[in-house]
């Protein structure tokens, strides 16, 4: 059995991320996304509602039965090892993410020897996604279509508004 952890912030996730999710799939005969603790974000979304978004956010898709959600705020390194999991996915869209999603990888693997890090492309219409992006749209009230799954957009505009409405100067 061939296992895969696909590990992010997904605050929230994004059709980018959806994607990912989809090609791993396929991939692998299991895939668990798992949302994680990222000490260089703060979060829109607690861990609890950003698996729940990611949850309906898959409702919509095909081809991803062999995918489960999870969340964990240990290490990466750990987790994947207490799941038998033998690879990483990431998705990579661009070159300036490579860097550091490198030396992840290299971390990873000296954490839990044997433990390989797959990165996937974005594809191009996707590369410009990230869930900063999104909140950024959210906050000028841009239409989130082709930016999240139809599922979840109003969830992501109405928490973008609260968190506005509690900091507008
Ligand atoms: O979507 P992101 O924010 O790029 O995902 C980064 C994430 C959450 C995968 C990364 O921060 C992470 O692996 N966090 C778990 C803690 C960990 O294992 N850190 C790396 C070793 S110091």
Redesign the pocket.
């Given at each position: 059995m061939r296992i895969a952890v696909y590990?992010?912030?997904?605050?929230p996730p994004t059709l980018g991320h959806l994607d990912i999710i989809r090609r791993a799939a396929a991939q692998f005969d299991r895939v668990i996304v798992?949302?994680?603790?990222?000490?260089?974000?703060s979060g829109l979304f607690t861990p609890a509602e950003r698996v729940d978004l990611l949850r309906r956010s898959l409702a919509e898709q095909e081809g991803v039965d062999n995918v489960t959600v999870d969340r964990?705020s240990?290490?990466?390194?750990?987790?994947a090892r207490r799941v038998g999991a033998s690879c990483l996915v990431?998705g990579l869209r661009r070159v300036a993410d490579f860097e550091s999603e490198m030396q992840?990888a290299d971390?990873?693997r000296s954490?839990a020897p044997g433990l390989d890090t797959l990165f996937l492309t974005a594809r191009p219409e996707l590369a410009f996604l990230s869930?900063t992006i999104v909140k950024e749209l959210a906050r000028y009230r841009v239409d989130l279509k082709g930016a999240v799954a139809d599922a979840i957009e109003r969830d992501v505009q109405a928490r973008v508004g609260e968190r506005l409405a509690q900091t507008q100067i």
């Open positions: 590990p992010g912030s997904f605050d798992c949302v994680m603790f990222n000490s260089e974000k964990d240990g290490l990466l390194a750990d987790y990431k992840m971390i990873n954490l869930s």
